[in-house]
């Protein structure tokens, strides 16, 4: 590996990796590709030594089946997606510095799996197996959350703080009325929510009526 300790960026996408352990002396990397493999344990990045400068990784697409808690000081981008997974390891309780986290097409149930990251600014979740809009706290910066394509029927009347919330969507969910989806309102700097395909939006005379009595609840939104 001494030819290419200091390559700063590696995209070893679409090819069939199985052990990503001879990358660990790699130390310059700052961005890193490894979506679509074979790639079935991620243990290499929970070293204290291995990859101190990463900033950017996608392990989307591959095979693990447990995610551990990552070490990676200055990880900032993380793309776990289309990996079937439910659960992350007991020993993951977030991250510092992760900015932006994409876990489209998994198994989770709930948010709580990303709960405690200070940094995280915009939080991916859609195709997943969420029901309701629960189980997150200490998320102080997170301005969009994207849950399309899960199945949120239930908002509950007290919410977790999310206090710079700007854009939730919720397409192709449960929604089922007003009622429910105005419970949203708590969050007072919330600009944007996106409700189409679910009862709420389908039901409605129409989508004009549906936008008009949202805007009078909330004329932020």
């Known amino acids: 590996m001494d030819e290419v300790k200091d390559v700063a960026e590696v995209d070893l996408s ?7 352990n001879p990358m660990k002396d790699m130390q310059n990397i700052v961005k890193l590709n490894l979506c679509k493999n074979k790639i079935k344990s991620l243990a290499v990045f929970t070293l204290d030594e291995a990859f101190p400068n990463l900033k950017w990784l996608d392990l989307s697409s591959n095979k693990f089946g447990e995610f551990p808690a990552l070490r990676l000081p200055k990880l900032e981008y993380l793309d776990i997606s289309y990996n079937k997974l439910e659960k992350l390891n007991e020993a993951w309780v977030g991250h510092p510095n992760l900015r932006i986290v994409k876990s489209v097409d998994n198994k989770f149930k709930s ?3 990303f709960k405690n990251m200070a940094r995280l600014e915009e939080l991916y979740m859609a195709s997943n ?10 998320l102080p910066v997170l301005k ?9 029927e239930k908002i509950e009347e007290e919410l977790p703080e999310l206090p710079a919330i700007e854009y939730i969507n919720l ?3 449960k929604i089922p009325n007003l009622e429910v989806l105005e419970r949203l309102y ?6 944007d929510i996106n409700v189409m395909n679910n009862p709420v939006e389908s039901n409605a005379t129409s989508f004009n009526l549906l936008i008009a009595e949202v805007l009078i609840k909330n004329p932020k939104v």
């Open 171 to 173: 397409r192709s969910n």
């Open 186 to 191: 708590v969050f007072e700097t919330l600009q």
């Open 111 to 113: 948010l709580a799996p």
């Open 14 to 20: 679409l090819n069939n990796i199985v052990d990503i």
């Open 144 to 152: 969009k959350l994207h849950l399309r394509r899960n199945k949120v």
């Open 129 to 138: 197996s969420i029901s309701n809009l629960n189980g997150w706290e200490s």
